[in-house]
C-alpha cells in the first residue's frame, strides 16, 4: 500500500510553505539559526521543498482517482458522501486503489478498499475497462 494522499495533507505543507515565506520576507533568521549568513537559503530550500511535497500529494491523489475510475468505473472525489459498515461518512482522500474515508463522529481516518463501501448514485461512470471487478462495488439507487 503507498503513502496516504489527502487535500489536507497537501494543504498543510502548503501553508508551511507561506508561513516560512513570511519569515523569509521579513529577513530575521529564526532564533536557532547558528549560521547568520546560511538561514536564508536552507528556508527558501525547504519552502520549494514543502511546494514540491504538495504538488506530489495532490498529483498521488489524482493518479489514484484515474485509477480507480478505469479499473471499478467510479467517478471519487475527496468529500464524496460514502456508508462503511452502515455507518455514513465521506471521502477525506486516497491511497493507491484504497479510499482514505472519515466516518461521521470519528477523529481517526480509514483506510478501505473501493469494494467495501456504498456510493450514492451517479458515481458510477460506466463500465471500465477492466470489468472484471465491477461485482464487488455496489453503487445505491
Not at 14 to 21: D, F, S, Y
Not at 98 to 126: A, C, F, M, N, W
Amino acid at each position: 500500500m503507498g503513502s496516504i494522499a489527502t487535500p489536507a495533507i497537501a494543504e498543510a505543507k502548503e501553508a508551511e510553505a507561506r508561513e516560512l515565506t513570511t519569515a523569509v520576507s521579513f529577513g530575521a533568521p529564526p532564533i536557532v539559526v547558528t549560521d547568520p549568513h546560511g538561514w536564508r537559503w536552507d528556508l527558501l530550500d525547504r519552502i520549494e521543498e514543502l511546494r514540491e511535497d504538495a504538488t506530489c500529494t495532490r498529483q498521488q491523489m489524482e493518479n489514484s482517482r484515474d485509477h480507480i475510475r478505469n479499473y471499478y468505473g467510479l467517478d471519487l472525489k475527496a468529500g464524496l458522501h460514502i456508508t462503511y459498515d452502515g455507518r455514513p461518512g465521506a471521502i477525506a482522500g486516497f491511497c493507491g486503489q484504497y479510499v482514505v474515508i472519515q466516518l461521521d463522529g470519528d477523529k481517526d481516518t480509514l483506510v478501505v478498499h473501493t469494494g467495501s463501501l456504498e456510493y450514492p448514485p451517479g458515481v458510477r461512470v460506466g463500465p471500465g475497462p477492466d470489468e472484471r471487478f465491477a461485482h464487488l462495488v455496489e453503487v445505491g439507487n
